[in-house]
């Protein structure tokens, strides 16, 4: 979640529009790649079988309940070195979408918002498998210029739908200083997914507008179109994603300010833009529909 580097979301229009306009013919010569990976390079091997009930995500350090709704507030700087208000609304729905077959993934709706204007919008699949880790599975991107409201163009990649797309690690079901580095995903040019994790602490205090919070468990996020950069993130137990950022170089700043449970309507609304997304989107002709 939030997994977006500040220096990522400046796409450039004319090549983003291209990728956008080909992504159909991608994904639809990609319908049989391999659903289970190497070990190596800190990506996990990724076993559909080992999944029993995926949608109940109940990881300490990434609970996922549907029609929770978390929002996140901050600031990202400019080349001009101004604090741009930012948030960040995140809702886990409860919409499901099936993949690699017939396993059923759970659908986290995100929208992205620069001075209050959307910057970003997507949806992502998450599963817990037996063991307690919880996966990442792919995701449908679109950006919008901020200032005008233009939409810019969408990317996406899903595991077995697009080749050469492996699913990595959201939260791992026992982090530990001890944990390797991790692969949170991959996905090979021009969509250039490379996102890895690594534990760097397990014990911080953390305080945010939600709430203060002992025990917490440090991530710091790399990439590897990015060699220089970092993201910290901070999970609590039995909440989250608390921040992120702080001591990196990225200059983003978002804290949790809210968790809210959705009543039906504001429920049925956020379903409506996913089903909305996911249909614009035109790229997931492979899989079946989210319901």
Known sequence: MLNKHTTKRMWIKL??????????????????????????????????????????????????K?????????????????????????????????????????????????????????FFLVGQDKDGNVWRFGEYTEAYDPETGEFLGGKAFFVCHLDGAQAGIAMLADPSLESPQYSQGFAPEPISFTDKGEVVAVDETVSVPFGDFAGVLEIRETNEEEPDAFQSKFYAEGVGLIRVGGGDVQQETLELESIEKLGDEAMAAVREEVLALEARGNVVGSTEPAE
């Not at 979408?97 to 209050?116: P, R």
């Open 15 to 64: 090549a983003v529009i291209a990728l956008f306009a080909l992504l159909p013919l991608i994904f639809a010569a990609s319908q049989t790649a391999a659903t289970m990976q190497t070990a190596e390079n800190g990506i996990a091997d990724f076993d559909p079988a080992n999944f029993s009930n995926p949608t109940k995500i109940t990881n300490p350090f990434l609970p996922l």
């Open 66 to 122: 549907p029609r929770t709704q978390f929002t996140y507030v901050g600031f990202t700087v400019d080349d001009a070195g101004d604090q741009i208000p930012h948030e960040v609304v995140t809702t886990v729905t409860d919409l499901t979408k099936e993949i690699c077959g017939d396993l059923e993934t759970l659908v986290v709706y995100e929208e992205d918002l620069s001075d209050g204007e959307l910057e970003e919008a997507e």
